[in-house]
Antibody, heavy 118, light 108 residues
Framework: EVQLVESGGGLVQPGGSLRLSCTAS????????MNWVRQAPGKGLEWISY????????RYADSVRGRFTISRDNAKNLVFLQMNSLRAGDTAIYYC???????????WGQGTLVTVSS | EIVLTQSPGTLSLSPGERATLSCGAS???????LAWYQQKPGQAPRLLIY???SRATGMPDRFTGSGSGTDFTLTISRLEPEDFAVYYC?????????FGPGTKVDIK
């Protein structure tokens, strides 16, 4: 069974940093692109980043480029999202999602809440 | 960036009725890489449809995706109580991947 478990969320002040982790299990981790998607409270979904299976290729949404960095540890089945220069607008539930058929988001974690507030 | 619009914003229906949800794209979606997701309160989204019309593993056949290019539709043939939720479309053919604002299907 595919499982994705996010961790690392919490309350952080504006301008601060946070590192999210996603622990994957139940599938061959090294074969799949991984994504981060976020959802502000009461709002819709926003794709923010992906990293390919080897960790060579990464892409970002404009809203986070230059502030957020995605990475992975294929030996430990982990995906990370390093978030710097956080703003109030980054407050959201952050989901880790595994690539599915053709690049759709086939499996999702339960999310971790990041709150940026003073 | 491809902007997705969804209509209606809210659909009020009764169990057993047919639901038709629309998703429009500001430009053609490459290879019809269009997905539909269902999200219930307090839960993560769940993939229903990928490639515009392929049902994800385990999804009931009352969910049907159709369309191509810039116009896509999700049809729920007969609403079950567990289908009342928010539905999002997403294009993953061009970066940045984008989602529509969602359609809420609620009980009339």
């Amino acid at each position: 069974e595919v499982q994705l478990v996010e961790s690392g969320g919490g309350l952080v002040q504006p301008g601060g940093s946070l590192r999210l982790s996603c622990t994957a299990s139940g599938f061959k981790f090294t074969s799949y692109t991984m994504n981060w998607v976020r959802q502000a409270p009461g709002k819709g979904l926003e794709w923010i980043s992906y990293i390919d299976s080897s960790g060579t290729t990464t892409r970002y949404a404009d809203s986070v480029r230059g502030r957020f960095t995605i990475s992975r540890d294929n030996a430990k089945n982990l995906v990370f999202l390093q978030m710097n220069s956080l703003r109030a607008g980054d407050t959201a539930i952050y989901y880790c999602a595994r690539e599915g058929f053709g690049g759709s988001l086939a499996f999702w974690g339960q999310g971790t809440l990041v709150t940026v507030s003073s | 960036e491809i902007v997705l619009t969804q209509s209606p914003g809210t659909l009020s229906l009764s169990p057993g009725e047919r639901a038709t949800l629309s998703c429009g794209a500001s430009q053609s979606v490459f290879n019809n890489y269009l997905a539909w997701y269902q999200q219930k309160p307090g839960q993560a989204p769940r993939l229903l449809i990928y490639g515009a019309s392929s049902r994800a593993t385990g999804m009931p056949d009352r969910f049907t995706g159709s369309g191509s290019g810039t116009d896509f539709t999700l049809t729920i043939s007969r609403l079950e109580p567990e289908d009342f939720a928010v539905y999002y479309c997403q294009q993953y053919g061009s970066l940045p991947f984008t989602f529509g604002p969602g359609t809420k299907v609620d009980i009339k």
